[in-house]
């Protein structure tokens, strides 16, 4: 007689199956309906691939090549090389992981930090939702570089910090769009009917409350990583960043990048572009998801 995982072997093979033609069916239809969304996708998924494979796709972006110095792009150097021999493709390719990991982990940081403070901000109102907008206010007052430097002077240099100064900075942004979508949420029939039978606060704030929000969430966090690359890259540029001795796109472009210029534009071109395209990927799956999530920019 059969087993009942035998029995249920068939359906769980028909359950996968459904599920992988739906994800096929859904990601062919974000593609054909917002094409520059795909290739913004596409653009991020070459930069984790970039990261990820870091170690076989590129050499040591430390080491010295003095005799190589200032080598222009070439079959040996794809992108050439700086003033010191170091391959500037190495660098580009290292340098994809510092902006990836920054830009992930101080979006998650900013975007949570913020969304569950503006939920809890919207949900108990009065006093507690007064004093919680004027420390936003607060932080949205400060010009955000300025604000990131003024953390970077006080924590000092490395990538951790960092992190944690782009995202103090985005904290403010996703404070202010959950808090917006929860005040309309928390009034709505099905949050009255649980807070009616009893359900606690924190139960109707995560359950009922919170999925509400997510859509806006998402979007605000798609959008913030590219503003998070673009001030990482800042802050390395003025060297308050990561330490010089980690290869980053702005601190390419700073010091070697401007100095070197005139006679070898390559040291300042290729990081210029890898951040332009990091920044546009972004910014155009951002919006694509925004018109993917957004009812109101469907139609319904």
């Known amino acids: ?16 199956a459904t599920l992988s033609a739906r994800l096929l069916k859904g990601l062919t239809n974000f593609i054909v309906r917002k094409p520059l ?27 010295w090549h003095i005799s190589d110095a200032m080598y222009g792009p070439s079959l040996k150097y794809w992108l050439g090389t700086n003033d010191l021999g170091q391959d500037m493709w190495a660098m580009i390719v290292r340098g994809a992981r510092v902006s990836l990991y ?30 919680i907008q004027r420390l936003m206010d607060a932080l949205m007052s400060i010009p955000t570089l300025i604000l990131a430097l003024a953390i970077m002077a006080a924590l000092g240099q490395s990538l951790n910090n960092v992190v944690l100064a782009i ?65 990482e890259a800042s802050l390395s540029f003025l060297g308050m960043g ?7 796109w702005g601190g390419m472009l700073s010091t070697r990048g401007r100095e070197f210029f005139i006679d070898n534009p390559w040291m300042a071109i290729w990081p210029g572009v890898a951040i332009s395209l990091a ?3 972004f910014n155009l799956f951002g919006d694509a998801l925004r018109d993917v999530l957004d009812p109101r920019l469907r139609g319904l």
């Open 1 to 16: 007689m059969a087993t009942r995982e035998e029995r249920l072997e068939p359906l769980a093979r028909r359950t996968r």
């Open 37 to 63: 969304g795909a290739f913004g996708a596409a653009i991020i998924l070459a930069m984790v691939f970039m990261a990820l494979a870091a170690p076989w796709i590129s050499g040591d972006p430390n080491k």
């Open 102 to 131: 920054v830009g992930f982990l101080s979006v998650a940081l900013g975007s949570c930090t913020g969304g569950i403070i503006g939920l809890v901000s919207a949900y108990y109102g009065g006093k507690v939702d007064i004093s």
């Open 167 to 231: 995202g103090i900075v985005q904290i403010p942004r996703a404070n202010r769009i959950v808090r917006s979508q929860a005040l309309s949420v928390k009034e709505s029939e099905f949050a009255l009917a649980a807070r009616s039978i009893g359900a606690g606060d924190m139960r109707i704030m995560l359950y009922h409350i919170l999925p509400q929000c997510m859509a806006p969430w998402l979007i605000i966090a798609s959008a913030g990583l590219g503003t998070a690359i673009i001030s």
């Open 242 to 248: 990561v330490p010089p001795t980690v290869p980053t």
């Open 279 to 281: 920044v546009y990927g």
